[in-house]
């Protein structure tokens, strides 16, 4: 969705080295995520923030951290990169009660490669 | 916290057949069932949503069915085309603004021309 942009598409780095992956969005939503795809294991919510204040982990936030820097930026920091942080990286939003109520708007993700 | 398990894995029906895939959840409270579409290269993108209110919805060549009872509930494809090929999500929320979903593993739909 165009609304919805992620950048870098492509990343390759390091183990060790400090990457972030930044999501904008124009969809005027109040709701963002960040989602980890792995071959077989759908998607895996990493963390999720329902305002610009407000911050939550998912299943799966261990060796990363997030950025609200505003209701249209939402940014996911790898600290310290390891290999299995390889994967493919969606940034998504939701409207938090207008309009259609409950779909997620997904961004067209960034595919990140931790040698 | 919920799980869902999504069957099968991978899919291959001819094309004008109907494809199925299955979804099941283990926490009574989710209310909001969508199914995601992702194109290569692309990221999901819903088709269809059913919510705990209603047992089917269908819109054109799809339709979802919801058993709450069972707590399972199904996506339906009919007269299958190649462009129908994709990875297909279910997943399951709770909350009437669906503000957390926990997704299936995928299925990989092939259909063959």
Known sequence: DADVTQTPRNR?????KR????????KGHD???????DPGLGLRLIYYSFDVKDINKGEISDGYSVSRQAQAKFSLSLESAIPNQTALYFCATSDRGRGR???QFFGPGTRLTVL | ??????????LSVQEGD??????TYS???????PWYKQELGKGPQLIIDIRSNVGEKKDQRIAVTLNKTAKHFSLHITETQPEDSAVYFCAASIGTNAGKSTFGDG????VKP
């Open chain 2, 1 to 10: 916290g919920e799980n869902v398990e999504q069957h099968p894995s991978t």
């Open chain 1, 12 to 16: 390759i780095t390091k183990t060790g």
């Open chain 2, 107 to 110: 299925t990989t739909l092939t």
């Open chain 1, 19 to 26: 990457i972030m992956l930044e999501c904008s969005q124009t």
């Open chain 2, 18 to 23: 109907s494809a199925v895939i299955k979804c």
């Open chain 1, 101 to 103: 109520v409950g779909e």
């Open chain 1, 31 to 37: 709701r963002m995520y960040w989602y980890r795809q």
């Open chain 2, 27 to 33: 926490d009574s409270a989710s209310n909001y069932f």
